[in-house]
């Protein structure tokens, strides 16, 4: 019996290639999600902080997204959907305040 999240014959042990792949792709969305945490840090304009900020929501999706295919794990799926949603909603009115002002 597969234990709880794990994909239906999945192998205990991923490939040295698939490893390998997955390190570099962590490492690279590390690097840009430390390059949005500058920009929200130091960006000039709110409009800057705010496409930081839905980048990084974005980078954050992608390496829980790299950790699943990794672990060979549908347990967090669920969880990407939901930081999806929050995360447009959250663009969304960021957007509208930085447009009109207020929210509603």
Do not use: N
Request: proline share 4%; glycine share 8%; hydrophobic share 55%.
């Amino acid at each position: 019996m597969d234990p709880p999240g794990r994909l239906a014959g999945a192998e205990a042990d991923v490939s040295e290639f698939l490893s390998t792949v997955s390190l570099l792709c962590l490492a690279a969305l590390l690097a840009g999600g430390a390059m949005c945490v500058h920009r929200v840090a130091i960006g000039p304009s709110p409009a800057d902080r705010a496409i930081a900020i839905d980048t990084l929501t974005i980078v954050f999706i992608a390496i829980i997204c790299v950790l699943c295919v990794t672990w060979s794990s549908a347990l967090y799926f669920d969880a990407v959907w939901i930081v999806t949603l929050v995360g447009y909603l959250g663009s969304v009115a960021i957007a509208r305040y930085l447009e009109r002002g207020k929210l509603f």
